[in-house]
């Protein structure tokens, strides 16, 4: 039926979904996954490359960096699944998804710039427990974020809208490398007076308060912008599920699709996060660039990306999601392979323009597949099993690469990156649904 909202209540699950898309709503939402974007790209592009080498050094520097990158996220890795799924059930006077945002991303901003200041002080001890709160405050926030754009958009729109989700995450990407990489680089003594460190310390703390603030002022406006859809109280036969059922009814069901899914998603996270960590130092080490240069390359892939992340959910629209993915994923193979031979600057940023429009095509359809596998009164617990994938591959792939780099030499990371992507590429032809035509693999319980 059709309430006075225009919004339609499925007849077995009674959740609400709008009957069309209001971007205003996909605008807002897409600025709390802006606050994911903005975040980690500063924490990943200045953290590995010079916060935690001022306090690691030694031949076992790049396996310890990545142990220590991974050692936090290990909360994301049980907080995200759990939290998304049990979403699901949560019924408040703010809906199911905003307690979580309202919470996290306050908690997430603070400790983000007390990170800059552990390593202003020389603290590694102080610096290594802001990081681990900063990441427990994400894990709490991210997975409700993400479920609250299939909320509120129908099944048939959200490839679309999710394009502009992540656009909104790219664009804080690009604030990353494009902005923030240029204020890291200010040496004002003034400046230092004022956040109370040195001249020299001056820019990277203003890189993380500048982050933190852009993050509330963010969740301030998707607060006020979007009001969930009301949703009936859980019941004994509802359709929600927690995490570990949702595990084990992917695992056993007569289509492994979602299995599938899920670790090919496991695998070309584990490409992605080698190049998004080790990138900044790779070019640093091997191309002979300055950790701000280096990290200012990123914005090819991060720029592509932003422009290519609508176009990426309307192709998928005309030829199909998996189609539209395993395409990315060539494009990312190849763009990656030719990098490994090229050392000039603005070619350099051009080829990973390339593998940016590869890269859209391939994560802004992944989700919105497994949704659909899960279906709507499931979509907490599938976006749960989204990032337990993408936070497993967080969490191995920095101390695996690291690893590897130590073993031979960081100057391999080209061809570590795609052997994983390879590797995603193969378990994608055992994807069979997932679809907007196709109905979930899961029963409703």
């Given at each position: 039926m059709t309430t006075d909202d225009d919004s339609i209540t499925d007849p077995e699950s009674g959740v609400s979904v709008p009957s069309k898309m209001n971007w205003l709503y996909v605008l807002a939402i897409g600025l709390g996954f802006f606050t994911t974007g903005v975040s980690w790209s500063v924490y990943n592009s200045y953290l590995p490359a010079d916060f935690l080498p001022t306090f690691i050094v030694g031949d076992l520097q790049n396996t310890i960096i990545g142990a220590i990158m991974v050692l936090d996220n290990v909360f994301a890795l049980f907080m995200q699944p759990w939290i998304g799924a049990h979403s699901d059930k949560t019924r408040t006077r703010w809906g199911r998804r905003m307690p979580y945002i309202m919470v996290g991303i306050p908690v997430a901003a603070t400790f983000f710039t007390l990170i800059a200041y552990g390593w202003a002080i020389g603290s590694f001890w102080l610096m290594f427990s802001m990081i681990t709160i900063f990441n427990i405050a994400m894990a709490f926030y991210r997975a409700p974020v993400v479920a609250l754009m299939p909320d509120l958009v129908p099944s048939e729109n959200r490839t679309k809208a999710n394009g502009v989700?992540?656009?909104?995450?790219?664009?804080?990407?690009?604030?990353?490398?494009?902005?923030?990489?240029?204020?890291?680089?200010?040496?004002?003594?003034?400046?230092?007076?004022?956040?109370?460190?040195?001249?020299?310390?001056?820019?990277?703390?203003?890189?993380?308060?500048?982050?933190?603030?852009?993050?509330?002022?963010?969740l301030i406006i998707l607060f006020v912008t979007v009001k969930e859809p009301e949703v009936p109280p859980p019941d004994a036969s509802s359709g929600e599920i927690g995490i570990i059922e949702a595990l084990h009814q992917v695992s056993f069901a007569e289509d492994k699709s979602a299995l599938v899914l899920l670790g090919a998603i496991l695998m070309w996270f584990?490409?992605?996060?080698?190049?998004?960590?080790?990138?900044?130092?790779?070019?640093?080490?091997?191309?002979?660039?300055?950790?701000?240069?280096?990290?200012?390359?990123?914005?090819?892939?991060?720029?592509?990306?932003?422009?290519?992340?609508?176009?990426?959910?309307?192709?998928?629209?005309r030829a199909g999601r998996k189609n539209t993915i395993v395409v990315g994923l060539v494009i990312m193979i190849a763009s990656l392979s030719v990098l490994w031979f090229i050392t000039d600057y603005v070619t350099i940023i051009l080829v990973l323009a390339v593998a940016g429009v590869g890269w859209a095509m391939v994560n802004v359809n992944s989700i919105v597949m497994v949704w659909q596998m899960l279906g709507q009164e499931r979509l907490g617990a599938g976006t749960g099993l989204y990032y337990l994938a993408s936070m497993s591959a967080a969490i191995l792939g920095p101390l695996l690469s690291g690893v590897i780099f130590d073993l031979t030499s960081i100057a391999y990371l080209y061809p570590v990156s795609i052997g994983f992507f390879v590797i995603a590429l193969l378990l994608m032809a055992g994807v069979r649904t997932g679809e907007v035509h196709h109905k979930a693999i899961v029963e409703t319980q």
């Amino acid at each position: 039926m059709t309430t006075d909202d225009d919004s339609i209540t499925d007849p077995e699950s009674g959740v609400s979904v709008p009957s069309k898309m209001n971007w205003l709503y996909v605008l807002a939402i897409g600025l709390g996954f802006f606050t994911t974007g903005v975040s980690w790209s500063v924490y990943n592009s200045y953290l590995p490359a010079d916060f935690l080498p001022t306090f690691i050094v030694g031949d076992l520097q790049n396996t310890i960096i990545g142990a220590i990158m991974v050692l936090d996220n290990v909360f994301a890795l049980f907080m995200q699944p759990w939290i998304g799924a049990h979403s699901d059930k949560t019924r408040t006077r703010w809906g199911r998804r905003m307690p979580y945002i309202m919470v996290g991303i306050p908690v997430a901003a603070t400790f983000f710039t007390l990170i800059a200041y552990g390593w202003a002080i020389g603290s590694f001890w102080l610096m290594f427990s802001m990081i681990t709160i900063f990441n427990i405050a994400m894990a709490f926030y991210r997975a409700p974020v993400v479920a609250l754009m299939p909320d509120l958009v129908p099944s048939e729109n959200r490839t679309k809208a999710n394009g502009v989700i992540n656009l909104m995450g790219g664009i804080g990407a690009i604030f990353a490398f494009l902005v923030a990489s240029r204020i890291y680089k200010i040496q004002d003594p003034a400046i230092g007076v004022l956040l109370g460190v040195t001249a020299q310390q001056s820019g990277p703390v203003l890189t993380f308060l500048t982050t933190s603030v852009i993050m509330v002022i963010s969740l301030i406006i998707l607060f006020v912008t979007v009001k969930e859809p009301e949703v009936p109280p859980p019941d004994a036969s509802s359709g929600e599920i927690g995490i570990i059922e949702a595990l084990h009814q992917v695992s056993f069901a007569e289509d492994k699709s979602a299995l599938v899914l899920l670790g090919a998603i496991l695998m070309w996270f584990f490409g992605y996060n080698a190049i998004e960590t080790w990138f900044t130092k790779y070019g640093n080490e091997v191309l002979g660039f300055a950790t701000a240069d280096a990290s200012f390359l990123l914005n090819g892939i991060a720029i592509a990306f932003v422009v290519f992340a609508v176009p990426a959910g309307a192709i998928a629209v005309r030829a199909g999601r998996k189609n539209t993915i395993v395409v990315g994923l060539v494009i990312m193979i190849a763009s990656l392979s030719v990098l490994w031979f090229i050392t000039d600057y603005v070619t350099i940023i051009l080829v990973l323009a390339v593998a940016g429009v590869g890269w859209a095509m391939v994560n802004v359809n992944s989700i919105v597949m497994v949704w659909q596998m899960l279906g709507q009164e499931r979509l907490g617990a599938g976006t749960g099993l989204y990032y337990l994938a993408s936070m497993s591959a967080a969490i191995l792939g920095p101390l695996l690469s690291g690893v590897i780099f130590d073993l031979t030499s960081i100057a391999y990371l080209y061809p570590v990156s795609i052997g994983f992507f390879v590797i995603a590429l193969l378990l994608m032809a055992g994807v069979r649904t997932g679809e907007v035509h196709h109905k979930a693999i899961v029963e409703t319980q």
